[in-house]
C-alpha cells in the first residue's frame, strides 16, 4: 500500500461506522471488543477518530473523556495496513485532539505482552504509572495491563 500525504485522512467516526471498527479490530485483537461494546463508545463523552488510507478505514481510536481527563479506550490499525507507521500518526493525532479538547492528560491500559503497543506508547512520550495483575484474559489464562499515562 502507498502511503502519501494525499492518500491518508482523519474522520470522525459515528455509529454507523461500528461494523468497520468491528472487523479491524477481530482481524487485530486476540480478545476484541464486542459490535455492542463499540457501539456503547458514541456520544458526548467520546471522540472515535479514524485514519482512511485510500478511502479505506485501516484504524481508529477511541477516547473517553470527562472534563480534562481523557483515556484512550482503543487504537487499533488493521494488520493489513501495519508496519507503514500509520499508529504513529494517528496517536500524534490523538494527543493534538486532546489539547485542543484541553485533557490535562492522556491515559491507557495495554496487554503487558503487546510490546509494539508498548513502543508506540514510549515514543510518543507515555510513561508507565502501574499495573493491574491478571487483567486481561489470555490463551494461557491471564496477564497483566500496564497503565501508561502522557502529560499534556
Known sequence: M?????????????KDDSQLISTIEKLAHSHPMSEANIQSCFGHL???LGLKLNEQLV????????VDEATLMDICVSPYAQG????????????QTAK???????????????QSAIQLYIKSGFTETGKR?????SKRG?????????KL
Not at 59 to 66: C, D, E, N, T, W
Open 100 to 114: 485542543k479538547r484541553e485533557a490535562s492528560f492522556l491515559q491507557l491500559e495495554v496487554r503487558a505482552s503487546n
Open 59 to 66: 484504524a481508529f481510536a477511541i477516547v473517553h473523556q470527562v
Open 46 to 48: 467520546y471522540h472515535n
Open 142 to 150: 491471564r496477564e497483566d495491563a500496564i497503565l501508561m499515562e502522557l
Open 84 to 95: 507503514q507507521g500509520l499508529g504513529k500518526i494517528l496517536m500524534a493525532e490523538l494527543i
Open 2 to 14: 502507498k502511503t502519501e500525504k494525499n492518500a491518508l485522512r482523519f474522520v470522525e467516526l459515528s
Open 133 to 137: 495483575k491478571e487483567y486481561y484474559p
